[in-house]
């Protein structure tokens, strides 16, 4: 797509909202840079890391190899305005806001990008040896009992 074809294709979109900073969001946010959308570009992510790369986790990061997945961006050259450890409450589509814990966060387009919550076995909940492995503390926790 050209930049003049992106930029047509975006008329009256000045502001886009990302929320969830993992490799969808923070791919959603660079592929409308490299396509040529001038407007404003937010990443909302609960967590307070910079966002990763989730695979590594089970990988390097457990294994002592690497302390994190980081993305290598820089997101503030890329114009792009990251707010971590910013949790989502809700959303109002016909006001075009997103309720956060910092307050009303508005939008012209959302993007929902927040993964997917992972899936428990019935019964392990609480059991010893039983581990959930999803996050950078997740993994963090797990690599001193492994």
């Given at each position: 797509m050209s930049e003049q074809t992106a930029q047509e294709g975006t008329a009256g979109i000045r502001r886009v909202v990302v929320v969830g900073a993992g490799m969808a969001g923070v791919q959603t946010a660079v592929a409308l840079r490299e396509r040529?959308?001038?407007?404003?570009?937010?990443v909302i992510g609960a967590?307070?890391?910079?966002?990763?790369?989730?695979?590594?986790?089970?990988?390097?990061?457990?294994?002592?190899?690497?302390?994190?997945?980081?993305?290598?961006?820089?997101?503030?050259?890329?114009?792009?305005?990251?707010?971590?450890?910013?949790?989502?409450?809700?959303?109002?589509?016909?006001?075009?806001?997103?309720?956060?814990e910092a307050g009303p966060v508005p939008y012209d387009v959302l993007v929902l990008a927040t993964g997917a919550e992972p899936v428990t076995l019935p019964g392990t909940e609480g059991v010893p040896g039983v581990h959930l492995l999803r996050t950078l503390d997740d993994a963090e926790r797990l690599r001193p009992v492994l």
């Open positions: 040529g959308f001038a407007g404003e570009v937010s967590e307070p890391h910079q966002p990763y790369d989730r695979p590594p986790l089970s990988k390097a990061v457990l294994l002592g190899k690497a302390e994190d997945s980081a993305f290598d961006l820089d997101f503030d050259a890329l114009g792009v305005d990251l707010r971590l450890g910013c949790e989502v409450l809700g959303a109002r589509p016909a006001d075009h806001e997103l309720d956060t």
